[in-house]
């Protein structure tokens, strides 16, 4: 299998559109989770703390929040389909990707200093032009055939 076969695995797993998340952002995550043979949702509040491979099917942040005084990491693979929606609450100023120092601080000193930011725009998924297109050319593609038929 060449790399052009896999990369072509890869991105018919993708999902067509996703928001675009970045380090220091504070992101609620909405997950479905299975139990027995129920599927419920649940959220996920936090500040991501790492991207990490942005452009592959395997993308994945890391979220991290404190429960009861507790800190609480979870990772999750952006192209997942048990990750139904990923909602951008806050923006932050940050100068790196790997915001790992976070883990050793709390109060006042874990704070990060928000930005303005459109929350709407920010939050509203692209459209997907691929899969139109390719309809739109399988479409035209019989009456194309037909006329040269004729």
Sequence with gaps: MSFTDLKKIGD??????????RSGDTVRVTQKI????KFRSQVFEGVVIRTDRKDSHTARITVRKVASGVGVEKSFL?????????????RAKVRRKNLSFLRERSGKSARLTNKAFDRVAVNALPVAETPANEASATETAPVAEEAKAE
């Design 34 to 37: 299975k139990e027995g043979e």
């Design 12 to 21: 018919a797993q993708k999902k067509p559109a996703v928001v675009d998340v």
């Design 78 to 90: 952006i192209h997942n389909p048990l990750v139904e929606k990923i909602e951008i609450v806050h």
